[in-house]
């Protein structure tokens, strides 16, 4: 599968929401909640007024230029935070595949670059929030995210640059 890896722009921001909403972990047998879950602060603080200073998302794209997937960090603080904050310093990692290319190791590459964009840009450690029963755990592990916390069922994980 030929896929490349592009920044994203202004004109990605709907894509975006629409990765915000593949990225809440559904567990067996259990009902995907209705979009208007993005309404939630927490949740609506990943992506609203996208294009603040230190926002960075890239975007995946198929051969005919189709969005597949997208992985950004962005900066919070302690008043306006997401899941999987640590500090104002420490950018949180949010990321989705569309179902029909997941396990083809688009996330792994996509991952790879938000963390070399994330150094380049002079973070010292990135973050993020994952349900231990998803899947996804195995994939931030092989990046040397580490537990650093528990949030309700989530794990807070956080890897060193
Ligand atoms: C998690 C995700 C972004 C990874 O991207 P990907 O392109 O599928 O990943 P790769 O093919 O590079 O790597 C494979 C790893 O991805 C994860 N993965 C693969 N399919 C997955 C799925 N359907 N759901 C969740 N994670 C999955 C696993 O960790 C897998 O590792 P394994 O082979 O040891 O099981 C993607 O699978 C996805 O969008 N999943 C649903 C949304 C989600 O869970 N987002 C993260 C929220 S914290």
Known sequence: MNIKIRQATKK?????????????????????????????????????????????ALIAIDSDDNKVGAIWIRLFSEQNKTYGYVNENIPILSMAILPKYRGKGIGTRLIQEIC??????????????????????????????????????????????
């Open 12 to 56: 990605d921001i709907t894509f975006l929401w629409d990765m915000l909403y593949e990225a809440i972990y559904v567990g067996e047998g259990e009902v995907r909640p209705p979009r208007s879950i993005l309404d939630k602060p927490e949740l609506a603080h990943s992506v609203e007024n996208w294009g603040r200073h230190g926002d960075h």
């Open 116 to 161: 070399t964009l994330a150094k380049i840009n002079g973070y010292k450690a990135v973050s993020l929030s994952v349900d231990p029963a998803n899947p996804a755990l195995r994939l931030y592990e092989r990046f040397n995210f580490k537990k650093i916390g528990v949030d309700g069922t989530s794990w807070d994980m956080k890897a060193n640059l």
